[in-house]
């Protein structure tokens, strides 16, 4: 019988630290949290010093009951969740469930933390060797963290759904990282572009290569050129001006290595060079954690612990990455003393930054057993943590200034910049990611040629450019976790969670991968604004989070944190109930007047957001689509709601209408004409009439662009629901009577199928391709389309016929 359960969070670990622990032990998985509060009721007892409800979760019951039956047989219970907040809490809520009524005095169940940074043989063994008992302070301000979002997200969210629309919901932080890309949107709004000009001198030495030095001073005067009429007086008094060498400077400059991932710097890079969501790096960084099968090793732990703050590093990680960088890169790349990283303030040391667990175990080495993205992710962290060991880059950085006497008698001055690499040092093995382009990467492209002071210079020519100011650049997922990171609003750990929430209540979509507030995220927000305007504020959301800090470290008691915050919380909700504004009963006049009927126009906001409806409601049912968004209706001229659109089928005009799926053009003469048309980025389709009839009432067959596409339908609908389906030429391989036709799923996903379900039941994943398998006599073979290539194979179970086709080849078959 063993003597001792190990509970983990997930089978992944589980299954690598089993092999690690002797037969003695049985190692099992909780699947995360076990315990939380239930979402029928707040849960949390104001009264009582915040007392929270908790109850094991629904489909963890049959779970909890195997735990049970498993420790009954251990007189040990070795806790190892995550080492963090989280973690910590799912140890806790183990223990309190498991311990029965017997105390370890009384022939109970010892119940012991253990917590790991990698998961190698080596951690693992040194972690049992000195079993903890679980940290209160770190499941205090787990459970601070829980209360304080249960209480807003439960108290606001009633509001949000009385007063705009339900299902919506605002959260402690997910509020203020709206609020950040909100007021940012604002801000490019309110830009006011100016105009300014550059004046580059192209000029030749007696060395190659010919280069440009930029307008750099006017006498003491600065180099701003306002417009064009400046730049023409400029290059008007500079025609036939001799280009005087004045002082040549050259410097070294050294370019250090920067530190290991911790958590959001591991987001932030991977957003930037690998095209990842957090959400996905994340994913990915924990599959890497919990252990990959590497041939004959079983399941190996690759990296450290993923949820980190802290730029630490073991010295036995230290000492092996300095060896491989000696022997692969030579010893001049190797530091004298080893880099040292200095962490935030408020850092957790107890863990190392993100690393690969072994510097010898290369990206090369490992491709043949990681997936393609998780290689990717593996080889950043580990050039990132090679890189962070290494000698710095030298540059040499030369800087000519170059005088030029105006013909007026002005002396202008123009300056050139480059640098040329003369060590190459960590840059051998990484370079770090930028968002935008800065002085340095233009210096290492400009080439200048050797000169000397008072040598004078050929000018080839003058190109000025005109330049505009640009507005403050939308956030994507690497710049939005920095600036939260840089405010202190949330944890790394926790901004997965928070990007994807924000996007699944739609309150910021994606556009070309940067994110920009909705209609609704902005109204939700100015709502919200309007009356927590100070518990949403970023710097008070920030104070919070070292409150929790403090929590944790003992400093600070988590009900007296819940006291202040919610004396503060109620005075705002109290307001609000009563002042806040109710979007829902909003009638805002215009001066627009309804094609119908003549009467004046409103603007109301419905399931689909802000829209104009005439004041003649129920009698006339007009409607028309804003194309601005409410918040801005202030600064908007409603009467400039874009080109007219014209029925193709009736000749009315087009009106602007929001559905499910999205705005789109209805005629005006609805119901009489039930004319629509798409309109979108990509997608512009109206509804056309074919001259194909229904089959099932002899009706014109219509063309119509849905949610999955571009589809045929009865034009009768809803009358007739009769939907053609689309064939792909192929009899069915089944039957062998109906034909094989492209469907959807519920999910949208396409599937193909007999035309003569239900009585024949054929489906297939993959299209089905006329050809029989040689190697079984299968009736057809399947299309597949890999990143390895172009492929037919059977789809017989035991039968591994694949051959590789060209495009043009399954385009012909």
């Avoid at 500079?238 to 991932?261: H, S, W, Y």
């Avoid at 480059?418 to 233009?442: I, R």
């Avoid at 709601?641 to 005006?668: D, H």
Wanted: with cysteine.
């Amino acid at each position: 019988m063993a003597k001792a359960l190990v509970i983990v969070e997930s089978p992944a670990k589980a299954k690598t630290i089993n092999k690690y622990l002797g037969k003695e032990y049985v190692v099992m998985a909780s699947l995360g949290h076990v315990k939380d509060l239930p979402k029928r009721d707040l849960a949390v007892d104001v009264e009582n010093g915040f007392r929270p409800h908790y109850e094991v979760i629904e489909g963890k019951k049959k779970l909890m009951q195997e735990l049970r039956d498993a420790a009954k047989k251990c007189d040990s219970i070795y806790l190892a969740a995550d080492p963090d907040r989280e973690g910590e809490a799912i140890c806790w809520h183990l223990q309190e469930e498991l311990k029965g009524k017997k105390g370890p005095d009384e022939g109970g169940p010892k119940f012991f933390r253990v917590m790991f940074n990698e998961i190698t043989k080596k951690s693992i063994e040194k972690a049992f060797e000195k079993p903890m008992a679980v940290n209160i302070n770190l499941v205090d301000a787990q459970q601070a963290r829980r209360v304080l979002d249960r209480l807003v997200g439960y108290k606001i969210s009633p509001l949000l759904w009385d007063k705009v629309r339900r299902g919506l919901s605002a959260g402690r932080v997910q509020t203020v990282a709206v609020r950040v890309i909100v007021e940012r949107e604002r801000e490019i709004r309110a830009f006011v572009s100016d105009e300014y000009w550059t004046l580059d001198a192209n000029l030749a030495a007696k060395k190659t290569p010919y280069f440009d030095a930029r307008f750099f001073r006017r006498g003491e005067e600065g180099p701003e050129i306002k417009d064009q009429a400046a730049s023409d007086v400029l290059v008007a008094d500079l025609e036939g001006a001799k280009f005087i060498v004045k002082t040549v400077g050259t410097k070294e400059k050294k370019r250090n290595p920067v530190a290991p991932f911790i958590t959001s710097t591991l987001q932030q890079e991977s957003s930037r060079k690998l095209r990842f969501s957090v959400k996905r790096t994340m994913a990915l960084a924990q599959q890497l954690y919990e252990g990959v099968e590497i041939g004959s090793e079983g399941s190996v732990g690759l990296i450290t612990y993923m949820r980190t703050d802290s730029t630490r590093v073991s010295d036995d990680a230290i000492t092996e990455v300095r060896e491989y960088i000696a022997g692969r890169y030579g010893p001049q790349y190797v530091p004298a003393t080893p880099n040292i990283y200095k962490s935030k303030k408020d850092a957790q040391d107890a863990h190392e930054a993100v690393r690969p667990t072994a510097a010898m175990r290369t990206p090369e080495e490992m491709s043949a057993f990681l997936a393609e993205d998780q290689l990717k992710l593996y080889r950043l962290i580990w050039m990132r943590f090679l890189a962070s060991q290494m000698n710095p880059a030298n540059f040499d950085q030369t800087t000519i200034d170059v005088n030029a006497d105006g013909v007026g008698g002005t002396a202008y001055t123009f300056r050139a910049t480059g640098s040329v690499m003369k060590f190459d040092g960590f840059l051998a093995v990484y370079e770090e990611g930028k968002d935008q382009k800065d002085e340095e990467d233009d210096e290492l492209t400009h080439k200048l040629p050797a000169v000397v002071a008072g040598e004078e210079l050929k000018l080839r020519s003058l190109k000025p450019v005109q330049h505009f100011t640009e507005p403050p650049p939308r956030y994507n997922e690497a710049t939005l976790v920095k600036k939260l990171e840089a405010d202190g609003v949330g944890r790394p750990s926790t901004y997965a969670s928070i990007l994807s929430t924000i996007q699944e209540r739609e309150y910021v979509s994606k556009e070309g991968g940067k994110f920009k507030p909705t209609e609704l995220g902005m109204v939700v927000t100015d709502l919200l604004l309007e009356s927590f305007n100070d518990i949403f504020d970023v710097k008070y959301t920030a104070r919070m989070e070292q409150d929790l800090d403090s929590i944790e470290e003992g400093k600070l008691d988590w009900r007296e944190a819940m006291g202040e915050f919610y004396e503060r919380f109620m005075k705002d909700l109290e307001n609000a109930e009563e002042h806040m504004t109710n979007i829902k009963r909003m009638e805002k006049p215009t001066d627009l007047t309804c094609d119908k009927c003549g009467k004046p126009l409103v603007i109301k906001w419905g399931k689909h957001g802000s829209f104009l409806a005439c004041t003649g409601y129920p009698e006339c049912t007009y409607t028309r689509e804003l194309t601005v968004d409410l918040p801005d209706l202030d600064n908007a001229d409603l009467g400039e709601q874009g080109a007219e659109e014209y029925c193709e089928n009736c000749g009315r005009p087009m009106v602007l209408k929001k559905g499910r799926f999205g705005t789109f053009f209805a005629c005006s003469g609805y119901p009489e004409c039930k004319t629509t048309k798409q309109i979108g980025a990509a997608q512009k389709k109206a509804v056309i009439q074919l001259d194909e009839k229904c089959p099932q009432c002899d009706n014109n067959l219509v063309q119509k662009y849905g949610r999955f596409g571009e589809f045929t339908a009865c034009g009768n609908y809803p009358t007739c629901k009769y939907i053609k389906q689309k064939t792909i030429g192929v009899k069915c391989p089944e039957c062998t009577e109906g034909e094989v036709v492209e469907r959807r799923s519920k999910r949208g996903k396409t599937f193909f199928g007999c035309n003569r379900y239900p009585d024949c039941e054929f489906v297939a994943w993959s299209r089905p391709v006329p050809e029989k398998c040689p190697d079984c006599g299968g009736a057809y073979l399947i299309e597949k389309f890999l990143k390895s290539g172009n492929f037919l194979q059977c789809p017989a179970t035991g039968c591994k016929y694949k051959r590789e086709v060209a495009l043009a080849e399954l385009a012909a078959v």
